[in-house]
């Protein structure tokens, strides 16, 4: 009956072992994909201002919203590399 119970506590014990690895992997992961989303958030926002700035600025604020626009897309091909 003891070895019975012996073999329960180990089972338990590599089971919670799994999951707590696993939560901490998880989280991890999730811990730097959640800077890439905030990150671009604040492009967007950024890209947003710009749109609703007074538009004559000789054609920087138009060479800024390009440059955020290619820069959520590299945001977004790093989350999508992040993810596989």
């Not at 180990?10 to 990150?39: C, E, K, P, S, Y």
């Not at 492009?43 to 947003?48: N, T």
């Amino acid at each position: 009956m003891r070895e019975v119970r012996m073999s329960r506590v180990r089972f338990v014990m590599v089971i919670g072992g799994a999951l707590i690895g696993g939560m901490l992997a998880a989280g991890t992961a999730f811990a730097v994909q959640g800077h890439m989303l905030n990150a671009r958030a604040d492009l967007e926002a950024a890209y947003h201002q710009l749109e609703i700035a007074v538009p004559d600025k000789a054609g920087h604020r138009v060479k800024a919203m390009d440059l955020i626009q290619d820069a959520i897309g590299q945001v977004n091909a790093g989350i999508s590399a992040g993810a596989q």
